[in-house]
């Protein structure tokens, strides 16, 4: 009894084909008013830059005071593939060079390392694009000559 007053009056299952048409119509009027949609080039994805750890042996010192470089000994996991391989070091404003001795630490230039010194290196590693990394220097322990192997 009941259907038979739902199909008389017409509300069957109408009302959501109802709705879906009129859902249908608003969004080709909202297509129809936007216009057209250009698209815009992505921006190339902004590469973390890595923290590094590395031991290293001081190979040489740039004389003008802004990068050395040094043969890695052994690293994290970020410089695995530099092992064993020589690797610049950029040396900024904010970088720390530190002089472990006996009697404790010292701060010292970057004038100060001297070929063939062992060094504790902590820093960060910046990709630019497809340029070759940067190893950017943040904290540089020098704890002296390395020992002569015999």
Not at 25 to 34: F, K, S, Y
């Amino acid at each position: 009894m009941m259907r038979a007053r739902f199909k008389a009056a017409g509300k069957g299952r109408r009302p959501a084909a109802r709705i879906a048409l009129l859902a249908a119509a608003v969004a080709l009027l909202a297509l129809t008013l936007a216009g057209p949609v250009v698209a815009k080039p992505a921006a190339p994805p902004k590469a973390k830059a890595r923290p590094f750890m590395v031991q290293a042996i001081v190979t040489s010192v740039d004389t003008t005071g802004t990068a050395f470089t040094a043969k890695v000994v052994k690293g994290n996991h970020a410089m695995k593939v530099s092992k064993g391989q020589d690797v610049t070091f950029a040396v900024g404003a904010s970088t720390v060079i530190v002089k472990i001795n006996k009697e404790g630490a010292t701060l010292i230039g970057l004038g100060d390392l001297v070929v063939g010194d062992r060094v504790l290196i902590n820093g960060r590693i910046e990709r630019i694009g497809s340029a070759p990394p940067v190893f950017k220097a943040r904290l540089i322990r020098d704890r002296g000559p390395a020992p002569i192997k015999t």
